[in-house]
């Protein structure tokens, strides 16, 4: 699935704009403030794929964890802290950081039923 760039139907009033929405998008009120437009100049219609992306109740973007790369132990002077670098489904593309092991097991542990490489400790 992927949506086009919208149409501005009408002006209405001086700061806002009434927008030509696709289909899946028919949750979304369809006038906009000017603040939250952006000029579009392209030739060919502008296609957004939004397949894989996930929207909650008010259809904003929701980065999940996709999976779990690596594993690692932060050595400290009396304690170790187990991490483990997670990949994101990031709007921006593929992106990854260390998290603590056992506050993300607890979040996602349908996560932990791979077994991930594990690196050398820090």
Request: glycine residues 2%.
């Given at each position: 699935?992927?949506?086009?760039?919208?149409?501005?139907?009408?002006?209405v009033?001086?700061?806002?704009?009434?927008?030509?929405?696709?289909?899946?998008?028919?949750?979304?009120?369809?006038?906009?403030?000017?603040?939250?437009?952006?000029?579009?100049?392209?030739?060919?219609?502008?296609?957004?794929?939004l397949?894989?992306?996930?929207?909650?109740?008010?259809?904003?973007?929701?980065?999940?964890?996709?999976?779990i790369?690596d594993?690692?132990?932060?050595r400290?002077?009396?304690?170790?802290?187990?991490?483990?670098?997670?990949?994101w489904?990031?709007?921006?593309?593929?992106?990854?950081?260390?998290?603590?092991?056992?506050?993300?097991?607890?979040?996602?542990?349908?996560?932990?039923?791979?077994?991930?490489?594990?690196?050398?400790?820090?």
């Amino acid at each position: 699935m992927s949506i086009l760039a919208p149409a501005v139907i009408k002006r209405v009033g001086d700061v806002a704009y009434k927008l030509e929405l696709p289909e899946e998008l028919s949750r979304v009120h369809n006038t906009f403030h000017v603040s939250n437009l952006k000029k579009c100049h392209a030739d060919e219609p502008l296609a957004v794929p939004l397949d894989g992306l996930h929207f909650d109740d008010k259809l904003q973007f929701v980065e999940e964890p996709i999976e779990i790369t690596d594993r690692e132990v932060k050595r400290l002077k009396r304690s170790r802290i187990p991490l483990v670098k997670v990949r994101w489904n990031s709007k921006r593309g593929p992106e990854f950081t260390w998290e603590r092991e056992d506050q993300f097991r607890k979040k996602y542990p349908h996560l932990f039923t791979k077994t991930a490489p594990s690196s050398s400790a820090v």
